[in-house]
């Protein structure tokens, strides 16, 4: 019979899960950066210009997103060391 995770152990998977979903749109952000620049350097100014820039707004967005969860995650951990009379100093 399995127990309930404690609330600790739900925050770790959640930060787990959204963690690896910022990496995938990273990722997928990242392509989208290397064939918007691909195409800039193969054409004229105008749309493929405007990609790379709209890429690059969504990869600040998306790294203002992964400092909080980054965050969120060092919180968690100080905050699982305290009772083991951890601390983080860093």
Request: charged share 25%; glycine share 8%.
């Amino acid at each position: 019979m399995t127990s309930d995770p404690t609330p600790q152990a739900a925050d770790a998977q959640r930060l787990e899960r959204e963690t690896s979903s910022l990496v995938e749109e990273f990722a997928r952000l990242t392509t989208d950066l290397a064939e918007g620049i691909t195409a800039a350097n193969g054409s004229a100014e105008g749309e493929p210009g405007e990609r790379v820039e709209s890429v690059l707004s969504a990869m600040e967005a998306l790294a203002d997103r992964l400092g909080a969860a980054a965050l969120e995650a060092d919180a968690l951990v100080a905050s699982r060391m305290r009772p083991l009379g951890g601390e983080i100093h860093g």
